[in-house]
């Protein structure tokens, strides 16, 4: 079943969630039916009802920016490019190829003391945190195994560090197709080559 794309009161982008709970949240008159997705709608024994492509809060809520951090929202942080040569493992179909590519500590595990690693900015971090895991290929997190990029001579193409709020929504849409009926609400930048495989 198709994804409805969630705007805030200002109808800005903040989630995707299922038909099932737009309509639900619709009729609990939560939200408003902001797009529909042409010639589909949904039947009951006694309504009919449009099936929502996009719908809004009818009050404004401060959505906070915190992201899960796992495996999916890194690689996508990251753009599926390894953090150390600039590589982008892709299908013949364009997609990320997934079994090419790894999540690196960028301090190694075995340096931990009491589950946190020191960086080379001096901060103390949790070993496994957006501050020190990174997207790596297999040939890069090889070479590197348990050194520090310096002693493997790679170097960091950036500083990890967590997504902004504007940088998760883009994780978002980074996973889900972007149907039609969307183009007004999502900015062209966010749209990406991602389909349904992470779904």
């Known amino acids: 079943m198709s994804n409805v794309l969630l705007l805030n009161a200002d109808f800005t982008p903040i989630g995707v969630i299922s038909v099932q709970r737009a309509i639900v949240l619709v009729i ?12 589909q709608v949904l039947r ?11 719908v809004a809060l009818r009050r404004y809520v401060n ?44 301090v190694a ?11 080379k900015s001096g901060q103390w971090v949790p070993v496994t945190s957006w501050e020190n ?12 195994g348990a050194l520090s990029p310096a002693q493997a001579g790679l170097t960091l193409r950036s500083v990890p560090r967590p997504p902004t709020r ?17 183009s007004d609400f999502v900015p062209e930048a966010w749209r990406g080559y991602w389909d349904d495989e992470l779904e």
């Open 28 to 39: 609990d008159e939560k939200v408003r039916m902001v797009q529909e997705y042409v010639g």
């Open 166 to 182: 504007w940088e998760s929504l883009r994780l978002l849409f980074d996973r889900v197709t972007i149907p039609d009926e969307w």
């Open 63 to 106: 959505v906070g920016q915190r992201i899960r951090f796992n495996r999916k929202n890194v690689l996508a942080r990251d753009r599926f490019t390894c953090q150390y040569c600039g590589t982008q493992p892709r299908t013949r179909t364009g997609h990320p190829r997934l079994s090419e590519l790894n999540l690196d500590h960028v």
């Open 44 to 54: 009951s024994p006694s309504i009919v009802f449009p099936k929502p492509a996009v």
């Open 109 to 119: 595990r075995s340096r931990a003391t009491n589950g946190r690693v020191r960086l």
């Open 133 to 144: 895991v990174v997207c790596s290929c297999v040939s890069c997190n090889t070479k590197k």
